[in-house]
């Protein structure tokens, strides 16, 4: 399995961005697992955002939620991550991750 993920990049804070993973490769292993976002701040531990499974139950970090939306398009094997009202504090490289599988991660950064 192949993550594909995009979408980072420079907002003001109070901005949003979407990122956006998509998955290649064996349909055997993307379609029965969740699919879940990391992120990683510079100088700290990687840390779960968001996950969602395949029927669509989500699964928020507290500072997130009201703010961050996870969704996934099962056709597409792709999944989705709307984040509104950004902080600084949301700055990090977001990784897009499948079972054991990673994507490279796209570096969002918060700032003015």
């Known amino acids: 399995v192949q993550l594909q993920a995009s979408g980072g990049g420079l907002v003001e804070p109070g901005g949003s961005r979407r990122l956006t993973c998509v998955a290649s490769?064996?349909?055997?292993?993307?379609?029965?697992?969740?699919m879940t976002w990391y992120r990683q701040a510079p100088g700290k531990q990687r840390e779960l955002v968001a996950s969602?499974?395949?029927?669509?139950?989500?699964n928020y970090k507290d500072s997130v939620k009201g703010r961050f939306t996870i969704s996934r398009d099962n056709a597409k094997d792709t999944v989705y991550l709307q984040m509104n009202s950004l902080k600084p504090d949301d700055t990090a490289i977001y990784y897009c991750?499948?079972?054991?599988?990673w994507g490279r991660g796209t570096l969002v950064t918060v700032s003015s």
């Open positions: 991750n499948l079972a054991r599988w």
């Open positions: 490769g064996n349909d055997n292993y993307i379609r029965v697992n969740p």
């Open positions: 969602i499974t395949v029927p669509g139950t989500t």
